[in-house]
């Protein structure tokens, strides 16, 4: 079992910054792929970045492309979705989650394929 607990949303103006933060604990943190996804309202969960174990690859969801970063810290056990340039359309519900290795090479933006999800945090863009 992975638990997985999101931080750092809240409200912003277009334009601006937000850090997530996702800790993990439980099993061993670099056993996993992690993503990023997010809900708006009335709209599937969709992919919007992930990292491989390592944090060698990362991959990101085109409308989110040169203005959000994913990274990971394994020695804290704690994956990082650093959000510039906001939009209102990046309005949503985010949520962590995890994927064993072996499966995230084929699988990144799948959700899921996904074993493991935190219980979201809310980001609000404002215009």
């Known amino acids: 079992q992975v638990q997985l607990v999101e931080s750092g949303g809240g409200s912003v103006q277009a334009g601006g910054s937000l850090r997530l933060s996702c800790s993990a604990s439980?099993?061993?943190?670099?056993?996993?792929?992690m993503g990023w996804f997010r809900q708006a309202p009335g709209k599937e969960r969709e992919f919007v970045a992930a990292?491989?174990?390592?944090?060698?690859?990362?991959y990101y969801a085109d409308s989110v492309k040169g203005r959000f970063t994913i990274s990971r810290d394994n020695a804290k056990n704690t994956v990082y979705l650093q959000m510039n340039r906001l939009r209102p359309e990046d309005t949503a519900v985010y949520y962590c989650?995890?994927?064993?290795?072996?499966?995230?090479?084929?699988?990144?933006?799948?959700?899921?394929?996904?074993?493991?999800w935190g219980q979201g945090t809310q980001v609000t863009v404002s215009s």
């Open positions: 989650a995890a994927i064993t290795r072996s499966r995230f090479g084929s699988n990144w933006s799948r959700r899921n394929e996904y074993d493991y």
């Open positions: 990292i491989s174990w390592s944090g060698g690859s990362t």
């Open positions: 439980g099993r061993t943190f670099s056993s996993y792929g």
